[in-house]
């Protein structure tokens, strides 16, 4: 089993040094890419390759590379964002890609630069990251030092400035137009698409916002080819994955697998099953934004298309576990209190709606519930489906709580009907 | 009144930012870095080095859960209170933190040793419950462990 991600990383997920990192092959990809590859054929390799984004969406990452518009004179600076805010609950796979091998970031960071004629790239990192902070900030100034970044790449006459901005907190700025509001000195509130930010990004001019995961893949993908890439993955998008699990199975983890690998697999193979006397109840799939899936589906394959066909999304593919101990209204109750705090407040449904939420899931899980509750809740997931916000947060809250009142209906109608949490 | 030296950084930033306000964020932790948070007057004088107005920058520096506009302890604790947390034993963890230090979320101790403060999702999700004090993050929380820990922070 091919796993280009994390093979050359060491087992006490201690920094890849640049010279540990070049003896495995580091930074082979972007001399290739300079030297014999055209920005539009880098591009083209990786639509080829079916890498789909891996910041929760999936959307093809070479489709999205290639809006960016050719490149003038006029639109400058170009600029090409690595999104490492991971605040996802349930997510810290671009956590273990940081601080275990900072350089396969910033050759991804480059590579990604390149393809779309990019002259200023970021990493968008979280406060809370203190390590991958210390391990990236030294990694590029390595590549500098190097000739990987800075005026003249490798001598190839691409000139690229990379740096590392530190955010300080909060959900939104891990939305694409959020976080360009932040790099921006801006509350990071989203902006309305379109234009898109290919189009009119940061500071107005065109940028690219790719997941660190995601552009951890380019230097495999060209350095390897296209077609193995797709010959690793067990589904159509190309590549492996890094899994996880937490909650309380055995060993709660990440793992990089191919592409498509069934949750069961995971979760039984991987994360050792359930801890003793607890059974599998339900799974958030892809982090605290995705639907809940039952014991039935628990055999999808765990791919951007296959995941949606059982009801929910593939996400970020950290899957949080809920076992028959913990109760369902409690984890949903969580889930909707942390969209209410992290809510930016830029649009009525979403501002308003989840704190309405967040109450009325307090008031089942206190015993104050009333009948009608369950009916207030689906209208709020109605009111905050997709088209009626700014940004996805809204309509990400929706999917947990949405499918837990399905799935998990009749524990909240026991809370209603005996007014008191059976759990506690 | 701002040091000769946080002048001196955030003038750094400023220039390496390109854009003053683009180095907003990083001037506060500056300030915020040397005096544990941002006072009015700290305020004002940062949004006349990246060229914002007072206003605009506190509205910035509010949005930020990790941006200081009171006092905090020597000490803040960061207590993850997402869901695998939660499933994990959360509030068991803050049931143990806020009777050991006499204080709930939000407060100071009265030594001035520690601010406890929720944070969303920490991604130590596989060492659930965790809490982040200062630049160190603390995985699988007990209430032995919790003791331990505070041991650490004078
Ligand atoms: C509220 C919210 C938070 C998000 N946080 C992140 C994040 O922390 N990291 C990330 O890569 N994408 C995040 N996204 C998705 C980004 O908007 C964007 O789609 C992604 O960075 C694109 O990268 P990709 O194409 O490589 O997947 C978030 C989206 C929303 C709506
Ligand atoms: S959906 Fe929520 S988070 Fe997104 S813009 Fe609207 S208020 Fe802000």
Redesign the pocket.
């Given at each position: 089993m091919e796993k280009p991600l994390t093979k050359m990383m060491r087992p006490d997920g201690e920094p890849l040094s640049l010279g540990e990192y070049e003896a495995a092959g580091g930074y082979q990809a972007l001399r290739k890419a300079l030297g014999a590859m055209t920005p539009t054929a880098v591009v083209e390799e990786v639509k080829k390759s079916n890498l789909?984004?891996?910041?929760?969406?999936?959307?093809p990452?070479g489709l999205?590379w290639g809006f960016m518009p050719k490149a003038d004179r006029v639109r400058r600076p170009r600029y090409f964002v690595v999104?490492?805010?991971?605040?996802?609950p349930g997510?810290w796979k671009?956590r273990m890609l940081m601080e275990g091998n900072p350089h396969q970031v910033v050759e991804g960071a480059l590579l990604g630069a390149y393809a779309v004629e990019a002259d200023v790239g970021y990493i968008f990192l979280?406060a809370e990251y203190a390590k991958a902070a210390r391990v990236l900030r030294r990694a590029i100034a390595e590549a500098y030092g190097a000739g990987y970044a800075g005026k003249n790449v490798l001598g190839s006459g691409w000139a690229l400035e990379l740096s590392l901005h530190i955010s300080a907190g909060r959900?939104?700025?891990?939305?694409?137009?959020?976080?360009i509001n932040a790099l921006e000195g801006r509350r990071a509130n989203?902006r309305n698409k379109p234009p898109h930010p290919q189009l009119a990004g940061l500071w107005g001019l065109p940028t690219i916002?790719?997941?660190?995961?995601?552009?951890c893949n380019a230097p495999h993908i060209i350095l390897n080819g296209a077609e193995w890439y797709k010959g690793i993955s067990r589904s159509s998008d190309g590549g492996t994955k890094i899994y996880g699990a937490s909650g309380k199975v055995k060993r709660p983890g990440l793992w990089e697998l191919p592409m498509g690998t069934p949750l069961r697999e995971v979760l039984e193979e991987h994360a050792g099953g359930m801890r003793d006397g607890l059974k599998f109840r339900g799974v958030l799939p892809g982090g605290a934004?995705t639907d809940f899936l039952g014991p039935e589906h628990l055999d999808v394959k765990m791919d951007f298309d296959s995941v949606p066909k059982a009801g929910s999304r593939m996400g970020?593919g950290t899957m949080i576990i809920l076992d028959d101990h913990t109760c369902p209204v409690g984890m949903v109750r969580n889930l909707e209190r942390f969209f209410a705090r992290?809510s930016c407040g830029w649009c009525t449904p979403c501002r308003d709606g989840l704190p309405w939420a967040a109450q009325v899931l307090d008031a089942i899980e206190e015993g104050r519930g009333e009948p009608g509750d369950l009916d207030v809740l689906a209208d709020l997931c109605r009111l905050m489906a997709p088209g009626h916000t700014y940004?996805?947060?809204a309509?990400?809250a929706v999917e947990p709580l949405q499918s837990a009142l399905k799935l998990f209906r009749e524990e909240f109608e026991r809370h209603i009907r005996d007014k008191r949490c059976p759990w506690r | 009144m701002l040091t000769e030296s946080e002048k001196e950084e955030i003038a750094e930033e400023v220039k390496r930012a390109g854009h003053a306000r683009a180095a907003c964020v990083d001037a506060l932790r500056i300030v915020q870095r040397r005096r544990g948070w941002v006072c009015d007057e700290a305020l004002r004088e940062v949004a006349a080095l990246v060229d914002m107005t007072p206003a605009e920058l506190d509205s910035v520096a509010t949005f930020y859960s990790l941006i200081y506009r009171k006092p905090v302890g020597r000490h803040v604790i960061l207590l993850c209170d997402s869901v695998v947390c939660w499933v994990m034993g959360h509030e068991t963890a803050l049931e143990h933190l806020t009777r050991r230090l006499g204080i709930t979320l939000g407060e100071t101790t009265a030594d001035g040793r520690f601010t406890i403060l929720p944070t969303a999702c920490l991604g130590a999700c596989d060492r659930a419950p965790a809490m982040m004090v200062d630049e160190e993050i603390h995985g699988d929380l007990t209430p032995e462990k919790i003791d331990r820990i505070l041991e650490q922070y004078r």
């Amino acid at each position: 089993m091919e796993k280009p991600l994390t093979k050359m990383m060491r087992p006490d997920g201690e920094p890849l040094s640049l010279g540990e990192y070049e003896a495995a092959g580091g930074y082979q990809a972007l001399r290739k890419a300079l030297g014999a590859m055209t920005p539009t054929a880098v591009v083209e390799e990786v639509k080829k390759s079916n890498l789909r984004g891996r910041g929760g969406a999936g959307f093809p990452t070479g489709l999205k590379w290639g809006f960016m518009p050719k490149a003038d004179r006029v639109r400058r600076p170009r600029y090409f964002v690595v999104n490492a805010d991971e605040m996802e609950p349930g997510t810290w796979k671009d956590r273990m890609l940081m601080e275990g091998n900072p350089h396969q970031v910033v050759e991804g960071a480059l590579l990604g630069a390149y393809a779309v004629e990019a002259d200023v790239g970021y990493i968008f990192l979280r406060a809370e990251y203190a390590k991958a902070a210390r391990v990236l900030r030294r990694a590029i100034a390595e590549a500098y030092g190097a000739g990987y970044a800075g005026k003249n790449v490798l001598g190839s006459g691409w000139a690229l400035e990379l740096s590392l901005h530190i955010s300080a907190g909060r959900y939104m700025c891990g939305e694409e137009m959020g976080l360009i509001n932040a790099l921006e000195g801006r509350r990071a509130n989203p902006r309305n698409k379109p234009p898109h930010p290919q189009l009119a990004g940061l500071w107005g001019l065109p940028t690219i916002v790719s997941n660190t995961e995601t552009v951890c893949n380019a230097p495999h993908i060209i350095l390897n080819g296209a077609e193995w890439y797709k010959g690793i993955s067990r589904s159509s998008d190309g590549g492996t994955k890094i899994y996880g699990a937490s909650g309380k199975v055995k060993r709660p983890g990440l793992w990089e697998l191919p592409m498509g690998t069934p949750l069961r697999e995971v979760l039984e193979e991987h994360a050792g099953g359930m801890r003793d006397g607890l059974k599998f109840r339900g799974v958030l799939p892809g982090g605290a934004s995705t639907d809940f899936l039952g014991p039935e589906h628990l055999d999808v394959k765990m791919d951007f298309d296959s995941v949606p066909k059982a009801g929910s999304r593939m996400g970020t593919g950290t899957m949080i576990i809920l076992d028959d101990h913990t109760c369902p209204v409690g984890m949903v109750r969580n889930l909707e209190r942390f969209f209410a705090r992290e809510s930016c407040g830029w649009c009525t449904p979403c501002r308003d709606g989840l704190p309405w939420a967040a109450q009325v899931l307090d008031a089942i899980e206190e015993g104050r519930g009333e009948p009608g509750d369950l009916d207030v809740l689906a209208d709020l997931c109605r009111l905050m489906a997709p088209g009626h916000t700014y940004c996805a947060l809204a309509a990400g809250a929706v999917e947990p709580l949405q499918s837990a009142l399905k799935l998990f209906r009749e524990e909240f109608e026991r809370h209603i009907r005996d007014k008191r949490c059976p759990w506690r | 009144m701002l040091t000769e030296s946080e002048k001196e950084e955030i003038a750094e930033e400023v220039k390496r930012a390109g854009h003053a306000r683009a180095a907003c964020v990083d001037a506060l932790r500056i300030v915020q870095r040397r005096r544990g948070w941002v006072c009015d007057e700290a305020l004002r004088e940062v949004a006349a080095l990246v060229d914002m107005t007072p206003a605009e920058l506190d509205s910035v520096a509010t949005f930020y859960s990790l941006i200081y506009r009171k006092p905090v302890g020597r000490h803040v604790i960061l207590l993850c209170d997402s869901v695998v947390c939660w499933v994990m034993g959360h509030e068991t963890a803050l049931e143990h933190l806020t009777r050991r230090l006499g204080i709930t979320l939000g407060e100071t101790t009265a030594d001035g040793r520690f601010t406890i403060l929720p944070t969303a999702c920490l991604g130590a999700c596989d060492r659930a419950p965790a809490m982040m004090v200062d630049e160190e993050i603390h995985g699988d929380l007990t209430p032995e462990k919790i003791d331990r820990i505070l041991e650490q922070y004078r």
